[in-house]
């Protein structure tokens, strides 16, 4: 008996896991559509085209190397033929614990919701440099990002592992970070950034006396289409870092974890919305579905301890530091066109350090700490990997080029030929 029901509950935490992992899948198209919706219409196929490789890229190199480095030799690439000893391990623990212990799953499971993950990162970094990038040079950073740079700071916080063999991060300062707003997001951003400083602003975005110029996306739909598509896609990212389903507490977690994402997301929507309104006089759309996001960004790290009321206001804080982040970086010359930086990065922060406010095993040294490991880390390894890029083969198109679009000359096609001007 013990043992049908120890089978019952692998079978519903694996399948669990899966689907999540495939939710989290679907973000890729939630990204490939926001960043064709706020890119202009001459650079659509191009970022269309970055947003699948890098998504085989990451699964390819998070396979061969990633997972393995992560995990400190995982059990992916080493330890799968070992599954019936893990699988009895895991019924042992299971029935001394009276089924109510530690996620019990399958290790392919395991590797599938992970690499999404490793994508996502990855393409928080396409939108940030869209427009002016080379493809191949994108190409080139996301092999070493998802195989060397995320698995790094991976180890050293979902690992468990200490950096540079000087501490560890959950041991020594309770770093806490449930589904990824450092660990994931603020990686992601950190990577952008560095590829942005060192790739520059696109042609005509900022004048010679410091004015702003804006410059619009071609799809509004689409871009609303992709923040949608994202929205229900994080149900699977924060809801699947429960780990597990097949009890009473571990569905109660996943249900509260459900109801607190989507109550973080509807609280970034009315606070940028109103933030804009009271800034711009207007409704920006942008700005809403940046506050959408945010919200989303700002629970990632602590999904399972606030009320419903108290996630409508983590969210609400990330819409209005959204906004604010977004104009910031516009007066810093820094050129975001999708607004990554901001949404990914400057409110990741905020999603750490809003842990401690419901969650009593963190701490906001821990906090800090871990997000100025996971910035100061990420963003100095794909510097120094962006630099490299730049001069073996360069990163930036031709100015030329970027005028005629780099649809034409990154793909050699136009996402809508039937509506240039010949």
């Given amino acids: 008996?013990?043992?049908?029901?120890?089978?019952?509950?692998?079978?519903?935490?694996?399948?669990?896991?899966?689907?999540?992992?495939?939710?989290?899948?679907?973000?890729?198209?939630?990204?490939?559509?926001?960043?064709?919706?706020?890119?202009?219409?001459?650079?659509?196929?191009?970022?269309?085209?970055?947003n699948v490789?890098?998504?085989?890229?990451?699964?390819?190199?998070?396979?061969?190397?990633?997972y393995d480095l992560m995990y400190d030799g995982g059990i992916f690439l080493s330890g799968l033929s070992g599954g019936d000893t893990l699988v009895a391990d895991a019924l042992a623990?299971?029935?001394e614990n009276g089924f109510e212990g530690d996620a019990v799953y399958s290790a392919p499971s395991d590797f599938f919701f992970q690499v999404v993950f490793v994508a996502t990162a990855m393409s928080i970094v396409s939108g940030a440099v869209a427009e002016r990038m080379k493809l191949w040079a994108f190409i080139a950073f996301a092999i070493v990002m998802t195989g060397f740079i995320?698995?790094?700071?991976?180890?050293?916080?979902?690992?468990?592992?200490?950096?540079?063999?000087?501490?560890?991060?959950?041991?020594?300062?309770?770093?806490?970070?449930?589904?990824?707003?450092?660990?994931?997001?603020?990686?992601?951003?950190?990577?952008?950034?560095?590829?942005?400083?060192?790739?520059?602003?696109?042609?005509?975005?900022?004048?010679?006396?410091?004015?702003?110029?804006?410059?619009p996306g071609a799809n509004m739909p689409l871009a609303t289409?992709?923040?949608?598509?994202?929205?229900?896609?994080?149900?699977?990212?924060?809801?699947?870092?429960?780990?597990?389903?097949?009890?009473?507490?571990?569905?109660?977690?996943?249900?509260m974890v459900f109801v607190n994402t989507n109550a973080a997301a509807a609280g970034g929507v009315v606070a940028a919305l109103v933030l804009a309104r009271i800034l711009f006089g207007k409704a920006d759309l942008t700005m809403v579905l940046n506050g959408a996001l945010a919200g989303l960004v700002a629970i990632t790290a602590e999904p399972s301890t606030p009320t419903a009321l108290e996630a409508s206001l983590i969210g609400a804080v990330g819409g209005i530091i959204v906004v604010f982040a977004?104009?910031?970086?516009?007066?810093?010359?820094?050129?975001?066109?999708?607004?990554?930086?901001?949404?990914h990065g400057v409110v990741g922060v905020w999603g750490l350090l809003a842990v401690p406010l419901t969650n009593d095993g963190a701490s906001f040294i821990g906090q800090i700490v871990g997000a100025l490991v996971i910035f100061f880390w990420v963003f100095s390894a794909s510097l120094v990997t962006w630099y490299l890029i730049k001069k073996v083969m360069g990163i930036r198109v031709s100015e030329e080029q970027e005028y005629d679009g780099v649809d034409l000359t990154e793909c050699g096609m136009e996402a809508y030929p039937e509506f240039t001007n010949k």
């Fill in 1 to 50: 008996m013990e043992t049908q029901i120890f089978h019952l509950q692998y079978a519903i935490d694996t399948f669990y896991f899966l689907v999540c992992g495939a939710l989290v899948m679907w973000m890729a198209a939630g990204f490939a559509m926001l960043e064709a919706g706020l890119v202009r219409s001459k650079n659509t196929t191009e970022i269309l085209t970055k």
């Fill in 53 to 66: 490789v890098l998504y085989a890229v990451a699964c390819t190199m998070y396979m061969v190397i990633g």
């Fill in 93 to 95: 623990a299971s029935v």
């Fill in 150 to 215: 995320y698995p790094v700071e991976g180890y050293w916080t979902w690992g468990g592992g200490s950096v540079f063999g000087l501490f560890s991060l959950g041991d020594d300062f309770g770093f806490s970070d449930f589904a990824g707003s450092g660990i994931v997001h603020l990686a992601g951003a950190a990577a952008a950034l560095a590829g942005v400083l060192l790739l520059g602003a696109r042609k005509g975005k900022y004048g010679k006396q410091g004015q702003v110029n804006a410059i």
């Fill in 225 to 255: 289409l992709g923040t949608f598509i994202l929205w229900m896609g994080w149900f699977g990212f924060n809801g699947g870092s429960v780990l597990k389903l097949g009890d009473i507490s571990s569905a109660n977690a996943v249900a």
């Fill in 326 to 343: 977004i104009i910031s970086l516009d007066k810093l010359r820094i050129d975001d066109p999708v607004g990554a930086i901001s949404v």
